[in-house]
């Protein structure tokens, strides 16, 4: 989204930056967007960000890596040809099919017919739906993965398999001779300067961060996975899609997806312990009480560490690094005109940003009517990936004795399919058809 305003700095700022020689023979050929606030609906963006590609020159073509968002083709196709005639390119390598980097895609293969397209062997499905081909319109291209290499005449790019940073096509791609590595979004950040390299573009530490926990948080077993690729390169320069092109000591930026992509709070639980955390809301105490007593028979297990919580008291974000680090999240509301009380619903709704996948979801509630909220929020946490291998438990008004012995029974039941693996009968949104 962009005002009126912001959208006349963004064209001046981009038609006084030409195409930049970031490495010998490599060029960027990006766009700039200093106008953007807001990116994706959901990332604010205070300085805008910048579509990046790149121009790799070799003794026998040359071979354009990403594209831009297809508002911002004329810049691109300008920078483009201030460095190279359609004719020599003879590749064309997309780490990432999201509409910024492969705006001006169909333009440039009807520009350059002769280039051959790379993607990830995941992509295939992603470019029909882009490109849209047809039987007088067949689509050309050649997938590839980690170790498959392009020559291009003393200039060698090679492929890594990174899927899921942050969509599942995605991959890096390594300029062997010059140690350049084309990250796509890793390594990324909605940051536009025009200045264009880390080192003269002010401290951008926050944008940083802030990209990483809103795009690839959620996925951080496979950013793992990638740097266990990315880790051992001689890399010299990292050129991702979006924000400044790292040059001044790009290890420091593998080094700080390493620290964000390790779990903090496991380091400091004993090793083999679970952790179990409870959040509640109450209007009466009843539902309280039931959370203490959920705790108190989970307690009883052993090897599980408990936490109770009431969210009245608490601000979201810090619940969700607790969350992310947690085995077993469950939720306790009273039933309020046929809902969950909205603090619960503020805390699923901030989930989104983390990795649920394995973690062990429950409900649990007082009521006095109804009783909706325990099924909603057991739903929600399914379709949060969540396994619920315990039935909602809903108590109508002030519980007893008995019925705070049934909560233990019930904290008692969590504890052992989280201690012994049991996972019960599980019933998942996307098992359904």
């Known amino acids: 989204m962009m005002s009126p305003a912001a959208s006349v700095i963004a064209r001046d700022a981009a038609d006084q930056a030409p195409a930049v020689e970031v490495a010998p023979g490599v060029h960027w050929i990006g766009a700039l967007d200093p106008g953007l606030r807001t990116f994706d609906i ?46 020599e390119i003879r590749v064309i390598v997309l ?95 909605h940051h536009c300067d025009a200045r264009l390299f880390n080192d003269l ?47 001044d000591r790009p290890r420091r930026y593998v080094t700080r997806y390493r620290e964000l992509s390790t779990p903090s709070l496991a380091e400091r639980i004993d090793q083999g312990e679970r952790s179990l955390i409870i959040f509640y809301m109450s209007a009466y105490g009843s539902t309280a009480r039931m ?15 408990v936490s109770l919580y009431d969210l009245e008291g608490g601000e979201i974000q810090p619940f969700v690094d607790l969350i992310e680090s947690a085995d077993a999240l469950v939720l306790g509301s009273p039933t309020i005109n046929g809902d969950a009380a909205k603090p619960i619903w503020d805390l699923l709704s901030s989930l989104a940003v983390i990795d649920l996948k394995g973690k062990l979801g429950a409900a649990f509630g007082s009521y006095g009517w109804t009783g909706e909220a325990v099924k909603m929020i057991e739903d929600r946490l399914r379709g949060l990936k969540l396994r619920v291998p315990v039935a909602g438990l809903r108590i109508k008004l002030i519980p007893t004795d008995e019925e705070l012995e049934e909560c233990r029974d019930f904290g008692r039941a969590l504890a052992g399919a989280l201690v012994r693996g049991e996972q019960g009968r599980v019933i998942d949104f996307a098992d359904l058809g």
């Open 95 to 189: 780490n990432h099919l999201e509409p910024d980097h492969t705006g001006a895609l169909p333009e440039l293969m009807r520009r350059a017919p002769q280039a051959q397209l790379y993607i990830s062997k995941r992509a295939t499905a992603m470019l029909k739906a882009l490109l849209k081909p047809s039987d007088d319109r067949p689509l050309v291209y050649k997938t590839v993965a980690t170790g498959d290499e392009v020559s291009l005449g003393g200039r060698t790019l090679r492929f890594l398999h990174t899927p899921f940073l942050h969509w599942p096509d995605t991959q890096c791609t390594w300029l062997v001779e010059e140690g350049v590595l084309f990250s796509g979004d890793v390594f990324g950040c």
């Open 201 to 247: 573009c002010g401290d951008f530490r926050f944008a940083f961060d802030y990209y990483y926990a809103h795009i690839m948080r959620p996925f951080k077993s496979y950013v793992v996975d990638a740097l266990k690729l990315i880790e051992p390169l001689p890399i010299k320069l990292i050129a991702p899609t979006h924000g400044p092109v790292l040059r």
């Open 291 to 305: 959370a203490e007593a959920i705790r108190a028979g989970a307690e009883e297990a052993g090897g599980i560490r």
């Open 42 to 87: 959901i990332l604010r963006t205070a300085n805008g960000t910048t579509y990046n590609s790149y121009l790799v020159r070799g003794d026998d073509g040359v071979a354009v890596i990403d594209t831009v968002k297809a508002e911002f083709a004329d810049d691109f196709f300008a920078r483009l040809e201030s460095v190279a005639r359609y004719d």
